[in-house]
């Protein structure tokens, strides 16, 4: 009896050891975790990603998938701090899939709100809209009001992009009531910021002083809370916005004093690309004030201010710097502007030079073909011709044997067409590869030799404080590494091929007027090194046609892995062709990707009709 009394207190003690082995694991994960954060918070962010990766790596020795949830759920507010949006939508599903698998509804919710904001900052507004509205559905359910309210100022932020104000305004009236219910003045501030801006674009957009006055009201209101608060981000913005509105009325003096009130704010905090905005807004007035000097000079301010940091300013203030040098007659500089202006417009430009490039080549050996094709028929007809006599002499004597060798030849005569078919295809086939290996070898030398040279030659001017010869040197470097990266995609190897093509939709997105979506199944590992070059240049040359010759304002990508086969549907709305011509027929765009597909042994399908716009349906067998 006291035997097993015995063993009974040892299994206890046993049991008691793992557990707080197991509890002493995870509060050392968990401080990782918590560590990570603060780097994050303290702007140190690849140190924080190296900390919370640790205790990624221990949640997955211990096999505790909760602490493998967070994880990836704080690897994704590394890559949000990086504006690294594709990356983290990458962790956010990961961790998404584990809480879900753990019933952990609150962090569910948490889940889909940023994905909500990785898709937003990626202007894929539909996206957003659709896990936002999953977030808030979750969050009804739990009756956490807090995080209803918090939902709803996000939806009401995709509504004031998409210019839906009526929308906008029936979820900001939600969280403001929860807010005011709550005595939350944070949330109330961000509440009114929102309904301001919302007043004021539409009085801008339909020239409503009213509602310009409206907003003014709500945004001198939400400046006094800002400045109550100590929030000199909030009172940055309200000053900005006020500053502008003022201009609308024709009030300039007003608006510089309170634009200038919010560069100051702007550039302490370093918030830089805000601050170019600001500059571009000090140079507007300064035009209707007809003081088109200061108004130069604060349009250059806003050039320098935002290089590197905004796209979308540097290109609107090199617009403004070209209407202000046509005014005063400087028209050269002018149209260097105007220029510059266009070429970040629509910086696809270069995608275009590479596509003329590829153009020449495959129509030079294209032609190339043909001719040695026309040969190998010559000498078909020639050995015909020959047997054609032979045959005659051997009629007379042997009709059987005729028949033999009749039958003989027909065979023959097949199995050269075969023959030279496999040779055509096969022809194409090292043509494309062919191109890509020279692709690769082009763009290696654009990056490694080319690239280096311009760095140095900057790095030289810089030293010898040659400014203009350092902006132009950028400009180029930065052409070239364009002009290198469309050669070839280093990315696939970096990323992955399911997120190359996010980064190209992205990328285009960017670049061009039109509005892409996408639903792309995750595929990577299932085709190999070349097959993964041949679908993302299908996507790429199909998605380049498409911005060159469709006048499209939308386009769909979707690919789905399913039954041991890639399924890919590409549409747009755009102008549509005829594809029966033998115009279209004789296309080099439309026979390049039908090539990519046989290469990759899978069927092509386009359905085009004019004014209907065109649907690409493409089926690729996997082997894995």
Do not use: W
Request: hydrophobic residues 35%.
């Amino acid at each position: 009896m006291a035997k097993n009394f015995l063993y009974c207190l040892m299994f206890l003690f046993s049991i008691n050891g793992l557990y707080s082995q197991s509890t002493s694991q995870s509060d050392e994960i968990n401080n990782y975790y918590k560590s990570g954060l603060e780097l994050i918070e303290s702007k140190k962010h690849e140190q924080a990603l190296e900390i919370i990766t640790l205790g990624l790596q221990k949640s997955k020795e211990i096999n505790d998938q909760n602490l493998i949830a967070y994880g990836h759920f704080y690897v994704a507010s590394y890559h949000q701090e990086k504006k690294e949006y594709l990356k983290g939508i990458e962790s956010i599903n990961n961790s998404l899939a584990l809480f879900k698998q753990l019933n952990n509804k609150v962090e569910t919710s948490n889940c889909y709100n940023k994905l909500g904001l990785f898709n937003y900052e990626r202007s894929q507004y539909d996206i957003s809209l659709e896990n936002y509205f999953k977030s808030l559905e979750i969050n009804e359910q739990l009756n956490d009001e807090s995080n209803i309210a918090f939902v709803l100022r996000r939806i009401a932020s995709v509504y004031l992009l998409t210019t839906d104000y009526d929308k906008l305004r029936i979820n900001i009236e939600k969280a403001t009531a929860i807010y005011t219910k709550k005595n939350d003045e944070l949330g109330l501030l961000f509440c009114l910021t929102t309904l301001a801006a919302s007043y004021q674009k539409e009085g801008f957009n339909e020239d409503n002083i009213e509602l310009v006055h409206k907003a003014i009201k709500l945004y001198k209101k939400g400046l006094e809370q800002a400045i109550k608060l100590e929030i000199p981000r909030s009172e940055s913005i309200f000053l900005g916005n006020i500053g502008s509105s003022y201009r609308k009325l024709g009030r300039h003096n007003e608006s510089l004093e309170y634009l200038f009130r919010a560069l100051r704010i702007k550039i302490n905090m370093e918030r830089y690309t805000s601050a170019a905005h600001t500059y571009n807004d000090i140079s507007e007035t300064y035009i209707k004030m007809n003081k088109l000097q200061k108004a130069k000079e604060y349009a250059i301010k806003a050039v320098e201010m935002a290089n590197g940091y905004s796209l979308h300013q540097e290109r609107y203030a090199h617009f403004i710097l070209s209407n202000i040098e046509f005014d005063l007659g400087e028209y050269k500089s002018s149209r260097v502007n105007l220029d510059k202006y266009h070429a970040l417009d629509d910086s696809i430009f270069s995608l275009e030079k590479v596509a003329k490039i590829k153009e020449m080549q495959i129509k030079y050996e294209t032609e190339k073909k043909t001719l040695k094709i026309q040969g190998q028929e010559s000498d078909i007809a020639l050995l015909n011709e020959k047997a054609k006599v032979k045959n005659q002499y051997m009629a007379f004597g042997a009709f059987g044997l005729l028949s033999v060798f009749g039958f003989v030849l027909l065979v023959r005569s097949r199995q050269k067409a075969k023959q030279k078919q496999q040779l055509q295809v096969q022809f194409s086939h090292d043509l494309l590869q062919s191109q890509e290996q020279e692709r690769t070898r082009i763009a290696k030398e654009l990056h490694d030799s080319i690239g280096q040279q311009l760095t140095l030659i900057k790095k030289k001017a810089q030293n010898d404080s040659q400014n203009e010869i350092t902006s132009l040197t950028q400009k180029t470097l930065e052409e070239v590494r364009s002009i290198s990266r469309g050669l070839y995609p280093a990315m696939l190897k970096q990323l992955g091929l399911k997120e190359s093509i996010e980064q190209l939709i992205y990328d285009y997105d960017e670049e061009s007027e039109i509005f892409f979506t996408s639903e792309i199944d995750n595929f990577n590992n299932t085709l190999n090194a070349n097959e993964s070059l041949n679908l993302y240049r299908f996507i790429q040359e199909c998605l380049t046609n498409i911005i060159k010759h469709a006048e499209a304002k939308s386009v769909y990508l979707k690919i789905q892995n399913q039954n041991k086969q890639l399924v890919i549907i590409l549409s747009d709305d755009g102008k549509g062709f005829n594809i029966d011509t033998k115009e279209n027929q004789n296309n080099l765009g439309l026979k390049t990707i039908q090539e990519r597909i046989s290469i990759l042994n899978g069927v092509l399908q386009i359905d085009s009709k004019l004014d209907r716009g065109t649907v690409i349906n493409a089926k690729i067998p996997l082997k894995k």
